[in-house]
């Protein structure tokens, strides 16, 4: 747990620098910022996308697509968006914060720092060997990532630092099972799907949509339950 460990600790010192430098960022350059963020955001969807693209399998497009609706739908029942949204609103007012961006703040570097095969393959490599190479340079990536999130986004940004800790932590202790699982294929499809829904957060971020990206959350761990019925 050292390698999620070091990465939750880079989010909250981050934040915490960005939070600091929030106060001295007037709305019209934190929006600037935020635009320019935004499209950071897409390029790294773009970037999955493409990296995975070419190690596609012949039913990797129809595992992606099937992993999407099925995904949404299980989202939709449970309303992961809603959900999430209202923890960072109580949050919000025992903390006594205005201005309504704890949630948003929570929900879009939640959904980035999870997402991606960094996230995957570190946690997989600090489980079985002791090896936290991979979540060591996460953990500056997402470091700088934070400082920048919080100056806009505010204290939100840290308590991202909650879900990789869950999320990567899960993954590293229980990598002597999942090391079966996840082979190369499902890797790819994850951060394939993961790539989509990074795209979407940037498109949320610019104001273009107001795409519910948890709720679509679930579709990226499907490939996991497809592997497994079908080995």
């Known amino acids: 747990m050292i390698g999620t460990t070091v990465d939750s600790i880079a989010i909250i010192v981050g934040s915490l620098i960005g939070i600091l430098f929030k106060k001295g960022i007037n709305e019209k350059i934190s929006k600037t910022v935020m635009n320019g963020l935004a499209l950071c955001v897409l390029f790294i969807g773009v970037s999955n996308i493409i990296d995975t693209y070419n190690k596609f399998e012949s039913n990797s ?3 992606i697509i099937i992993s999407m609706v099925i995904g949404s739908i299980i989202g939709e029942i449970i309303d992961i968006d809603k959900r999430i949204e209202n923890l960072g609103n109580t949050i919000e007012v025992k903390l006594k914060k205005s201005g309504g961006q704890i949630a948003e703040g929570f929900v879009t570097t939640s959904l980035l720092f999870c997402i ?5 393959i570190g946690s997989l490599e600090s489980g079985l060997s002791g090896n936290h190479k991979t979540l060591f340079a996460k953990s ?3 470091g700088i990532t934070s400082i920048i999130f919080a100056s806009s986004l505010g204290i939100g940004v840290m308590l991202s630092a909650i879900s990789v800790f869950v999320y990567q932590g899960i993954i590293t202790l229980g990598a002597s099972f ?6 190369q294929s499902v890797i790819t499809n994850m951060t394939a799907i993961g790539g989509i829904l990074i795209i979407g957060l940037g498109f949320n971020v610019l104001g273009m949509t107001k795409i519910k990206v948890a709720n679509l959350l679930p579709g990226i761990f499907l490939p996991i339950l497809y592997q497994i019925v079908t080995t």
């Open 140 to 142: 500056i990536i997402d």
């Open 61 to 63: 497009m129809l595992i």
């Open 178 to 183: 999942l090391k079966v699982i996840l082979i």
């Open 116 to 120: 991606g095969a960094m996230a995957i």
